[in-house]
C-alpha cells in the first residue's frame, strides 16, 4: 500500500479507515494532506474488495479547518488560478460510502470534509462551526450549500455570519449527524456501521448512494423517476435474486457484489 505523510491508510476485511495525521496543527487540511486524502480515497473506491471507507482524525481534532498559515501568503490571483480547494470535489465524487468519525474540532475546512461523507458519527467531544468569517473568508469547501442542505438556512446561517461552534448534542439536534457516541467508542461504532455496509451488496450500495444523492440536485419528481429507474435496473444484479431468494429460504444471504 502507498504510504503517505499526513494520512495513515488501513484495511480491515472489507473496509479501509483513512486517519488524517497532522497532530502539530490539529489536523488542519493543508494541500498536501488534501492531495493525499483524494488519492488515497479514490484508490480504495476503484478496488472492489472495499465496500465502505471511515474517514477520521484524532480525538483532539477531526480537522481544525483549511489551513490558514498556508493561505496567508496567497493572493486572489494566486487561489483563482490554482482553483484552491477543487481537488476535494473528487472526494465527493467518490462512489464508495464515506463515514466521517468526528471526534473534537471540525471546523471550517473540517466541518466540510466531514459533510462531502455520507454518514457523520460524532463522538460526545465533537465540535461543529464554520468560524471561517472570523478570518474575514467565508466556507469554500462546500460549507454554505452543504451545511444549509443539512440543517436548514436560519441555523446555517447562525453558524456561518457568527462563526460559532456547536456541540455534537446540538449537531444531531439540527440533523448535521446521525449518531453521537461516548469518545471511547467513536472508532469502534465507526466500524462496525462500515462492516455492515460493507456486507451489502456493492452495486445496490451504490446506487442507493446515488439515489440518495439525487436528491439534493433534483426537483422531487426527477429524483423520485430518477429513483424509480435505478431501482428497476437492481433487478439486473445477481445480488438481488440472491437477496430476495436467500428472503424467502429464511436465510442470510450470500452476496457476490455482481
Ligand atoms: N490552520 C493552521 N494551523 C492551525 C489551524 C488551522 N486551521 N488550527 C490550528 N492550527 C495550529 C495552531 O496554529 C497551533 O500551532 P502552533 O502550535 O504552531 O502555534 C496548533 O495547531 C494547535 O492549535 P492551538 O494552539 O490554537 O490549539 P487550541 O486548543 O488553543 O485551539 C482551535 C484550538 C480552537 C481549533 C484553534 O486552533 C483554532 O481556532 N483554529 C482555527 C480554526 C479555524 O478558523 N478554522 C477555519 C480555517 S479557514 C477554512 O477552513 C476555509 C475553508 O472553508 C476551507
Redesign the pocket.
Known sequence: MTSYENIIVTRDRRTATITLNRP???N??NEALMVEVVEAATTLDADRSVGAIVITGSER?FA????????AAQSYQDMYLSDW?TAWDRLAAVRTPLIAAVSG?A????C?LAMICDILIASDTAKFG???I??G?????G?SQRLTRAIGKAKAMDLILTGRTISADEAERAGLVSRVVPAASLLAEAAEVAHKIAEMSLPAVYAAKEAVNRSFESTLTEGILFERRTFHATFALDDRTEGMTAFTEKRPPKFTHH
Open positions: 502539530k496543527a490539529l488542519a487540511l481534532a481544525a479547518g483549511a489551513d490558514i498559515k498556508e493561505m480547494f474540532y471546523l471550517g475546512g473540517g466540510e464554520q468560524p471561517e472570523t478570518l473568508v467565508i466556507p469554500g469547501i460549507g
